[in-house]
């Protein structure tokens, strides 16, 4: 079991707390797209990073990370310290613009420049990290501990891996342990399994596996994946708790020990605003009836249907794909979003992460609330490169460029 460390900077979250991504992101974001456009066309860069973002998230546009990239660099050039850190982000991943390190720790280091703690954090998670060969744990120990004394719990954290694993730094657990302390009695997961790791090992203090036990119990509790695993080796062997291999088995699977963790995202998701349908013999002849006459809604019903028989067949599968990919190419948000999670199954059609993000691209921007959020989840499986063709092919059936 390992501390666990900074995420590298994350391009596809759903949301974007205001404070996390700079100046005028507020003046701008309840204005209509026509006028944020104008705006954004004009100049100002307050309207160029919104409208950067609403690309980034898919909001009320197609998602697409190349154009978000394009308003981004017209307002970084500007100085806008929320367009650099996100250009500086993009750059590191590679999506929506080609990898290049050097470039990412130019924005980055010149967003952190405003002070902004999230900003500070950022670019030491990006030092920590490297980028192409250029991990700096020295400095990112310096930018983390200036964040950590704005408050920003997630650096606090980060400064106590370092001082853990002597990177960057002396070895020092009693630091780790006081820099972890912290944000742990409020919640946070991440220092709360790092301190349980500390305490179940007795690194720098009194062993104690009961205490440890609690620690990983509110990290799962807040579905920190890393916690069920470490909570799961607790129980296999009775750590702090009573052996109980039912449940370890349990939080290895929940943690990602096993094929089924990877396929609980892959559930069919029906439209709530739908009635269910009728499945008597009279309903299920009038559905039929309207599959044959080419209504989408029934398409999505009848494949519905097929999909959740108790023991579905690879014809029924089969089928149930057909009736969803006619049913999405006549623009029906949720056979767009189901056909997409059987592209990333391999259920009825080939497996393809490619077409099934292009699925849940076009999904949401048709409305389906869901889509976004689940593609996230699943984009976590895909190369950069295969994210951003997936949002090129959503674009070109969408015709929008």
Known sequence: MKPLRPLVP???????????????????????????????????????????????????VLQNFSRAVDLLQQAADQGHAGAMNRLGQYYFSGLGVARDGAQALKWLAAAAESGNPQFLYDYAAALENGVDGTADPAKAAEFYARAAEQGHDDATVSLGVLYQNGLGVERDLARALQLYQGPASRGHARAMNNLGLLYARGDGIEQDYERAVKLFSGAVDKGLTVAMT????????????????????????????????????????????LAPPDTSEEGLTILRQAVQAGDPVSRFQMAWLLMHKTEPTVKDRFQAAGLLQRAAEQGFAPAMLNLGLLYFEGAGVPQDYVLGQMWMILAGTAGMSDAIRISSALSERMTPGQINEAQQLAAKKSNLQ
């Not at 699977?253 to 094929?259: Q, T």
């Open 230 to 273: 470490n909570l799961g080796v607790m129980y296999e062997n009775g750590f702090g708790v009573e052996v109980n291999e039912a449940l370890a088995t349990e939080l290895y699977r929940r943690g990602g020990r096993g094929d089924e963790a990877q396929s609980q995202a892959l559930q069919p998701v029906y439209d709530t605003r």
């Open 10 to 60: 994350a391009l596809i979250a759903i949301c974007v707390a205001a404070a996390a991504v700079g100046q005028s992101a507020t003046d701008w974001a309840d204005i209509p797209l026509d006028r944020l456009q104008q705006a954004a066309q004009s100049g100002t860069a307050g309207a160029q990073f919104t409208l950067a973002m609403r690309y980034h998230n898919g909001r009320g």
